[in-house]
């Protein structure tokens, strides 16, 4: 399997990311078990991209939260992501987590999308914009946003 460990570990937290391939199947399988939103797969190896990113897991030890250490974590990843080329990669905010904040909130401020949500988790995006609207469109999900005229 053809990936890059990307992961960040610091005294304050942690940031697990991951490079795939594209053209290495084992992403597939990645995405379809971890993210359980198979349906996209197929949309996202159309996309003209040689390299996928796996934002996995982002943690800041309780004790040092509401510090910016969150955001430093994934500013440093979007950058790793940027220096290898990625410029599409995915995460699944769990929304079961006891935060104080609300995690999909949070990581739309950072240009992720999501494109599909379910109780207990969201799947994020942070690509183009072709390739989020027509995941959004195949898992049948619609922004809250979506309906709010101007």
Not at 23 to 42: T, V
Not at 87 to 111: F, R, S
Request: charged share 30%; glycine share 8%.
């Amino acid at each position: 399997m053809a990936v890059t460990d990307l992961s960040i570990f610091e005294d304050f937290g942690s940031c697990e990311g991951f490079v795939y391939d594209l053209s290495d199947k084992n992403w597939r399988e990645y995405l379809g078990s971890e993210f359980n939103a198979p349906m996209i797969i197929p949309r996202i190896a159309e996309e003209p991209i040689e390299k996928i990113g796996i934002l996995k897991a982002l943690y800041v030890e309780e004790e040092h939260r509401g510090l910016g250490h969150g955001k430093r974590l994934l500013e440093q990843m979007q950058q790793a992501f940027n220096d290898e080329g990625v410029d599409t990669y995915i995460l699944v905010a769990d929304k079961e987590e006891d935060n104080e904040i609300d995690l999909v909130e949070w990581y739309q401020e950072y240009g992720f999308e999501t494109v599909r949500d379910k109780k207990y988790c969201a799947v994020m995006i942070f690509g183009s914009e072709d390739l989020i609207d027509d995941c959004r469109e195949i898992t049948g999900y619609v922004p809250d946003d979506a309906y709010t005229m101007a």
